[in-house]
């Protein structure tokens, strides 16, 4: 079965450090997504990707970077993390259409010390 | 503004009942779609339904139904019988057509408690 999974799942790292979370699909799906979650503020789009070399800005994406080298991977990158950027990340991948729901990944939990 | 408004941060409901969940949401786009995703306390992302702005009957999935009224601009999530697995946070999520964009906003949620 197609999956989307995420590693580490937790990560607890120091205020200045670079942190990436990886995040690998086997659906085959061009549209790929990071999000935080936070409480009182659901979920927030960070990156995003259309496929290969693409990447884009979403609402909340000072700190963070992405590259996609190929349709599998979108890895973030946290270039020098802050202990703002504490938080749940989700990794998410879609079918380009409309109706197409994003598939997720079970989170990595980040906190930074 | 707020382009999804979940109103309702907490609701209990009795087990066997049925419960709403409401959403409404902000957009001047005449083509979008409606999500709501499920997400139970291990924190996985589960997708439960789509209802598309041009469709004309109300999205239905087993125990979950959507209750879209488009000129009140609300897509409220209705859980039939409710069982204690139901027990999760819900979010209501809107993607629009125009840019293609392919990105989901998303509401605040609403933590759904059973009582059995």
Same mark, same amino acid.
């Given at each position: 079965d197609a999956e989307i999974t995420q590693s580490p799942r937790h990560k607890i790292t120091e205020t200045g450090r670079q942190v990436t979370l990886a995040c690998h699909q086997?659906?085959?799906?061009n549209n790929m997504f990071w999000y935080r979650q936070d409480l009182g503020h659901g979920l927030r789009l960070i990156h995003y990707s259309y496929g290969v070399h693409d990447t884009n800005k979403g609402e909340?994406?000072?700190?963070y970077s992405v590259s996609r080298s190929n349709t599998e991977d979108l890895p973030l990158t946290l270039e020098s993390a802050a202990s703002s950027q504490t938080s749940v990340y989700f990794c998410a991948s879609s079918e380009t259409g409309l109706n197409q729901p994003q598939h997720f990944g079970d989170g990595t939990r980040l906190s930074i010390l | 503004a707020q382009k999804i408004t979940q109103t309702q941060p907490g609701m209990f409901v009795q087990e066997k009942e049925a419960v709403t969940l409401d959403c409404t949401y902000d957009t001047s786009d005449p083509s979008y779609g409606l999500f709501w995703y499920k997400q139970p306390s291990s924190g996985e992302m589960i997708f439960l339904i789509y209802q598309g702005s041009y469709d004309q009957q109300n999205a239905t999935e087993g125990r979950y139904s959507l209750n879209f009224q488009k000129a009140r601009k609300s897509a409220n999530l209705v859980i039939s019988a409710?069982?204690? !697995?139901?027990s999760a946070m819900y979010f209501c999520a809107m993607r629009e057509?125009? !840019?293609?964009? !392919?990105k989901l906003i998303f509401g605040q949620g609403t933590t759904l408690q059973v009582k059995p």
């Open positions: 086997t659906w085959n799906h909340v994406s000072d700190g | 409710s069982q204690l !697995g139901d057509r125009s !840019g293609n964009t !392919g």
